[in-house]
């Protein structure tokens, strides 16, 4: 018998499932996992379970369909899922008690609506959506337990901001902002040295 909390679990193994294909560059295969991931969280939240939980692994799926229909060359339909997973993150993850983990994710999502804006020339939206990741991912390398993951994320958001500021012939407006990206902790980094968003990172802020 189907209940709410095995569908929430059912839910999350679909989803891991799409991200995990995804992660192969098996974008085609993952639509189908992620798209039952997806209704199943819909009908959850339909029934009135708007936990954390549900919500932001509802957004989460949503930001990688996003991101899939972006490696498809499918930049519209990506942008407009961007928008939705942020919309649905905004109505738990910013509200002031959300945890850290929560804020992450909401941040992840701002981030991918940015690059997803960026590469759609929406320019001015894109730095908007990247200004507030940044603000999120910075408040928390204060936190002990999301610094690495915050710092990283920090780290790779600033390039993107360093790129659409390119774009828009604004560089000096984001200068605080692509020092502090460049003088990231190296404790915070090391481990990530290797991870293609730092090195990305670094090697696009140094361009500045």
């Known amino acids: 018998m189907k209940d709410a ?7 999350v193994a679909l989803s891991r499932y799409g991200l995990a294909l995804s992660q192969q560059g098996k974008t085609l295969e993952a639509e189908e996992p992620l798209r039952q991931a997806e209704e199943l969280y819909a ?4 029934a009135g379970d708007r936990s954390l939980e549900t919500v932001i692994g509802h957004a989460a799926v949503l ?5 899939n229909a972006y490696l498809q060359n499918r930049v519209a339909p990506g942008v407009e899922l961007a928008k939705r997973s ?6 738990s993850a910013a509200k002031a008690d959300a945890p850290p983990w929560a804020r992450i994710e909401l941040g992840r999502d701002y981030l991918n609506r940015g690059f997803l804006l960026l590469r759609d020339r929406q320019l001015d939206e894109a730095m908007a959506s990247l200004r507030q990741a940044t603000e999120i ?6 936190d002990e337990g999301e610094q690495q993951r915050a710092s990283v994320l920090f780290a790779e958001t600033c390039a993107w901001v360093h790129e659409t500021a390119r774009n ?5 407006d984001v200068a605080t902002l692509i020092q502090q990206g460049l003088l ?4 915070s980094t090391r481990l990530n040295s290797s991870h293609r968003c730092i090195s990305y990172a670094v090697f696009c802020l140094k361009k500045k």
Not at 86 to 91: I, N, Q, S
């Open 5 to 11: 909390r095995s569908e929430r679990y059912r839910a």
């Open 43 to 46: 009908k959850l939240e339909q």
């Open 63 to 67: 930001r990688q369909q996003s991101r």
């Open 86 to 91: 942020v919309a649905l993150a905004m109505t």
């Open 137 to 142: 991912f910075a408040a928390l390398r204060a």
């Open 168 to 172: 828009l012939g604004r560089l000096p």
């Open 184 to 187: 990231l902790d190296r404790k």
